[in-house]
T-cell receptor
């Protein structure tokens, strides 16, 4: 089974631009979560999508948005980029493990965004 | 207040020794889950082990075990017989609510573990 894939792996943008990141979950997984990781703030939850609906949202400004398609692939968009948006953006997909009942999250390699 | 606290920013451990990474948590929920993830320098998060709040036994996965002390709200990760490949950042995370609720992980700041040959 292929793992979670994220594209692109690296991205350089300038302030004021917008960016779209893509995440393809593990086949059969319907939940996709996004996280931002920075040296200063650590790992912070952005949002979670399940069956094309945003089910949960972290404490981020409206410049951060996302969506999920019918095939469970997800995109997140950041508009009007700021220097502080430079981070590793991690996507995770999950599906409840029948044996244990644990909703384990499998992570992709991340997209490293640099805003100049 | 911090919900997940990892008090060790970094640790050096001799190869083959056991190592304990500390994690304390704060929640008023009765039902919650605790996770440990490993993040090598490549950046990918690797799931290690899970402990549910109602699980009576400490979780174990190969060389990893979780020392769960519910009354103290502590969920320390124990790695036995450490290996050079264990060098990485280790994160403790918590999911509040029941298994079928919205799925959001709250993360600790991480511990950088370096295994010395």
């Amino acid at each position: 089974k292929a793992g979670v894939t994220q594209t692109p792996r690296y991205l350089i943008k300038t302030r004021g631009q917008q960016v779209t990141l893509s995440c393809s979950p593990i086949s059969g997984h319907r939940s996709v979560s996004w996280y931002q990781q920075t040296p200063g703030q650590g790992l912070q939850f952005l949002f979670e999508y399940f069956s094309e609906t945003q089910r949960n949202k972290g404490n981020f400004p409206g410049r951060f948005s996302g969506r999920q398609f019918s095939n469970s692939r997800s995109e997140m968009n950041v508009s009007t980029l700021e220097l502080g948006d430079s981070a590793l953006y991690l996507c995770a997909s999950s599906s409840r493990q029948r044996e244990t009942g644990v909703n384990e999250q499998f992570f992709g390699p991340g997209t490293r965004l640099t805003v100049l | 207040a911090q919900k997940i606290t990892q008090t060790q920013p970094g640790m050096f451990v001799q190869e083959k020794e056991a190592v304990t990474l500390d994690c304390t948590y704060d929640t008023s929920d009765q039902s919650y889950g605790l996770f440990w993830y490993k993040q090598p320098s490549s950046g990918e998060m690797i799931f290690l082990i899970y402990q549910g709040s109602y699980d009576e036994q400490n979780a174990t996965e190969g060389r990893y075990s979780l020392n769960f002390q519910k009354a103290r709200k502590s969920a320390n990760l124990v790695i036995s017989a450490s290996q050079l490949g264990d060098s990485a950042m280790y994160f403790c995370a918590m999911r509040e609510g029941n298994r079928d609720s919205n799925y959001q992980l709250i993360w600790g700041a991480g511990t950088k573990l370096i295994i010395k040959p």
